[in-house]
């Protein structure tokens, strides 16, 4: 089944923790992107990645690292999170940018 | 800064009648894409509209895109209680970012 998978789906950690989620696909997509969900402000750009060790900044990269080693996994770290980093997280994937996008499921992120 | 700009934020109708969403944006695109999102779950994409298109349908929905405006509309006729969700414009810049609207909120009521 096509897929995009994210891990963890929910997650409490505390301020300066460093942590990873991570997305993978199963479809051979060259493009992948994450985004974060905040009420009112819909989703907003972290990083992009347009093929293996092509990544770049979206509209909200402060504090936020990512990597493309693989085609398939394009992880998220967050080196020393804040409470501000509090968010919905979301992972997509797809062949281009301007095709449709895959998301998977969501990862929900409490900072305390 | 966000691109996509939906408008209405929120709209309420009943159960048959039809829904009007607008979405604005500010660059040149290759196209526009709208997607739905369900509470909190991930975005499902409903339809894609190309930059050299000026309408397009799919089953209910209605999408018509207007270039020198830079807006676009995606209309749902008939609407069920089961299209109570969140709508999304997308629009590729041409660069590699994708930027999606702040959403309007649908709610249907049976």
């Known amino acids: 089944e096509a897929q995009v998978t994210q891990n963890p789906r929910y997650l409490i950690t505390v301020t300066g923790k460093k942590l990873t989620v991570t997305c993978s696909q199963n479809m051979n997509h060259e493009y992948m992107s994450w985004y974060r969900q905040d009420p009112g402000l819909g989703l907003r750009q972290i990083y992009y990645s347009m093929n293996v060790e092509v990544t770049d900044k979206g509209d909200v990269p402060e504090g936020y690292k990512v990597s493309r080693k693989e085609k398939r996994n394009f992880p998220l770290i967050l080196e020393s999170p804040s409470p501000n980093q509090t968010s919905l997280y979301f992972c997509?994937?797809?062949?281009?940018?301007?095709?449709?996008?895959?998301f998977g499921p969501g990862t929900r992120l409490l900072v305390l | 800064s966000q691109q996509g700009e939906e408008d209405p934020q929120a709209l309420s109708i009943q159960e048959g009648e039809n829904a009007t969403m607008n979405c604005s944006y500010k660059t040149s695109i290759n196209n526009l894409q709208w997607y739905r999102q369900n509470s909190g779950r991930g975005l499902v994409h409903l339809i894609l509209i190309r930059s050299n298109e000026r309408e397009k349908h799919s089953g209910r929905l209605r999408v018509t895109l207007d270039t020198s405006k830079k807006s676009s509309s995606l209309l749902i006729t008939a609407s069920r209680a089961a299209d109570t969700a969140s709508y999304f414009c997308?629009?590729?810049?041409?660069?590699?970012?994708?930027?999606f609207g702040q959403g309007t909120e649908l709610s249907v009521k049976p």
């Open positions: 997308a629009t590729d810049n041409q660069g590699g970012k994708l930027i």
């Open positions: 997509a994937s797809s062949r281009d940018p301007g095709a449709t996008q895959y």
